[in-house]
């Protein structure tokens, strides 16, 4: 399979309603299903070969033929169809937003440059700011609140309704729209009025803690961030330990997610996944790095492509987990193609770790277990690990 072929993709229950689980940290990458799309990504995908997927597939498809035959929205009985079928991951897209995510998943996105979290007063935080972004043109700093966006409240809100709104998904906006923010900082309030544009994400950070260790983040799984770890991996000092931090990475590649796992594997298993009824296997390329301390950081925002990097890592004895139980995504899906040309995606198999663990609606339980000051939790264990003989 190509980098291509395995990918986590936000669902989509219903027309209008924001794309869930997408940009939910960061405004760009987002993943909360595993997917399995066929080699052909830009054209007509193939149905899944199994029976009961098939058949899930052909009956979405036929209630689209119906509704189109009838005048009415194929896409909106297509995902009437999916919500019947009790199919939890089950998603409909429309053309543009299925192009705009596999944009996402290359790296690029259509937005303004903003990451952001929900405070527990329900407020909403900007974390980050991308540079030579429109946020950052117009001097949006990290630790503004975001009060509303075209007008409209968004204190209380869920992040990705917020990320919605600010992308414009309920009007398809494109690069070059504008979006209208009320901000706080301070005492200070005021309103800014941002043109969306094309942006490229750094979905991989490395930085040095004080002590030596190399701290690598990755946000998403898009394409090349698996060799990115690779490069960070081999350029970190030989005497010093790795902390991963996939908190909050809600997904990706998933081919990416096994390249990131070959950067502290020598070959082997990463994970297998049920696909008509056949057991396949995801292997590690050989040669990585399997002797330097490593510890990774997860949280309840750790999903899919993530979790299945976690679960490689912990079921090999390669890392210690440090943080809170994830989320528990560990489906695949399968696209198909319907006749307005937007896509259905259908669940189609499941994935597990090294061990035989199912991580679907479970999660991965870490050896170590805190919810405050991880990072220092991570260098206390580190310090107490020394490189394999």
């Not at 079928?85 to 596999?102: H, I, L, P, Q, T």
């Not at 070059?176 to 005021?190: H, P, S």
């Not at 997904?251 to 996944?273: H, K, N, P, Q, R």
């Not at 995504?329 to 597990?352: C, F, I, N, W």
């Amino acid at each position: 399979m190509s980098g291509r072929d395995l990918f986590c993709q936000p669902r989509r229950v219903r027309r209008g309603a924001a794309l869930t689980l997408v940009f939910a940290s960061v405004l760009v990458a987002g993943a909360a299903t595993g997917s399995l799309p066929v080699s052909d990504r830009k054209g007509t995908p193939d149905a899944p070969r199994s029976a009961a997927p098939a058949g899930r597939h052909e009956e979405v498809a036929k209630a689209a033929e119906e509704a189109m035959a009838d005048g009415k929205s194929p896409m909106e009985a297509a995902e009437r169809a999916v919500s019947r079928s009790g199919d939890r991951w089950g998603a409909v897209y429309s053309r543009g937003e299925f192009e705009e995510f596999e944009q996402a998943l290359d790296g690029r996105y259509t937005g303004v440059g903003l990451w952001a979290r929900r405070e527990r007063d329900g407020r909403i935080e900007v974390t980050k700011v991308s540079a030579d972004s429109p946020a950052a043109s117009a001097g949006i700093r990290k630790g503004d609140l975001l009060r509303t966006v075209d007008g409209a409240k968004v204190d209380g809100r869920p992040v990705t309704e917020v990320v919605s709104l600010l992308r414009g998904d309920a009007t398809d906006a494109a690069a070059g729209t504008t979006v209208t923010l009320g901000l706080q900082r301070g005492t200070r309030a005021w309103s800014e009025t941002l043109r969306r544009a094309k942006l490229s994400t750094d979905s991989v950070t490395v930085r040095r803690l004080a002590d030596g260790v190399t701290l690598i983040r990755i946000d998403s799984f898009t394409k090349g961030s698996g060799d990115l770890v690779r490069d960070a991996v081999r350029r970190s000092p030989l005497d010093s330990g790795i902390v991963l931090d996939l908190r909050g990475n809600s997904g990706g590649l998933v081919t990416e997610a096994v390249t990131a796992a070959s950067a502290f594997l020598d070959g082997g298993l990463v994970a297998t996944y049920d696909l008509d009824g056949a057991q396949q296997v995801l292997h590690a390329a050989p040669g990585g790095d399997t002797t330097r301390p490593l510890v990774a950081l997860v949280d309840g925002g750790t999903m899919s492509a993530a979790e299945l990097l976690t679960g490689a890592l912990q079921d090999r004895g390669r890392a210690i987990v440090v943080g809170s139980r994830t989320f528990g995504k560990g489906s695949v899906q399968m696209p198909s193609r319907l006749p307005d040309g937007s896509v259905a995606e259908l669940t189609v198999g499941h994935y597990r770790t090294p061990s035989g663990r199912g991580v679907d609606g479970v999660g991965i339980t870490p050896d170590l277990e805190a919810d405050q000051r991880l990072i220092e939790s991570a260098e206390t264990v580190l310090s107490g690990l020394g490189p394999e003989s």
